[in-house]
DNA sequence: TTAAGTGCAAAAGCTTTGCGGGTAG
DNA sequence: CTACCCGCAAAGCTTTTGCACTTAA
């Protein structure tokens, strides 16, 4: 998510879909989207808030949450799933996978074909609609080996 | 999760895991324990302490956090991965999967003997130690279709 | 005696909501 | 004018922490 070119893509995806819904494309909206995909490590809203501080960009903490939920519940971003205790978004849409952290809940994005490949299982009978597979590898990551390690 | 005679095989392999780190098992902590079993949906650390308190089981909410994360992290019961913003505790330790709405965060467990053989593809250079494979079939569940057919 | 275990209440962290003022069509 | 939009502050959840008291080895 740190090709620029495609960023600029999406923006303007995203103006079309918010445009669709009779909403706009404000500078704020903007800069919580950019940040989502400039970050690329599925941040909580607070971490996006941060960042955007940290480039003097000033908006709100409430419109942060507002806007992030707003982004995902018209599929420009998505909710990671976490076992963690407070939300997290990605801002890739395409199919891909996750690597999660049991100890420190970090999620690390990974592809593969034979998984993207993978039919989706018969789940008549669950009444779901089932929209996307994806594959969650849970493990320890590096950095909370290292520190096991020490202790 | 609803063969009691399994559950009571789960209790006393929880008191064992207790006493091997010095710990003991205490009424607060089997019911905890139980009825995370008995509730089998997921559920948050709040809705498990709602549970024991319609039961008459009086145990503060601080208890209940914290047995919760203690049992996971002993690995008695597991965190289940979720698009929301509270730690849901599940259950089962074993390998299965999960349907998970993405509109109003229910989890599903299925089961699926192809998924379950499943090989764990190379992710070295991630620096993960990777312990167990999950598939998520994300979708809408009946419910939810159902409130949006309304609207 | 000592360490573990719990409840309570306060603190801390996360998220939503109500409202007032601003702005663009 | 009329929506939409944002910031602010308050309210509402969720989770952790500090402390006092109890209990069992």
Redo the contacts with the bound molecule.
């Keep these: 998510m740190r090709d620029p070119a495609n960023n600029d893509e999406r923006i303007e995806a995203l103006r079309q879909a918010?445009h669709a819904r009779?909403?706009?494309l404000?500078?704020?909206?903007r800069a919580i989207f950019r940040a989502v995909l400039d970050i690329g490590e599925h941040p909580?809203?607070?971490r996006v808030h941060a960042a955007l501080r940290r480039r003097r960009i000033?908006?709100?903490?409430?419109?942060v949450?507002?806007?992030l939920?707003a982004l995902a519940g018209m599929g420009a971003i998505t909710k990671a799933c976490h076992p963690g205790?407070?939300?997290r978004y990605d801002g890739r849409t395409d199919r891909h996978h996750h690597l999660v952290c049991t100890r420190c809940d970090r999620i690390v994005d990974f592809s593969d074909a034979k998984l993207d490949a993978l039919p989706v299982p018969d789940t008549a009978g669950f009444g779901f609609r089932v929209n996307e597979l994806r594959v969650q590898l849970r493990g320890i990551c590096e950095q909370c080996r290292e520190q096991e390690e020490k202790a």
Tied chains: 1, 2.
Excluded: C, I, K, W
Aim: hydrophobic share 35%.
């Design positions: 918010l009779g909403l706009v404000t500078p704020q909206r909580t809203a607070d000033r908006v709100s903490r409430a419109t949450f507002r806007t939920e205790s407070s939300v």
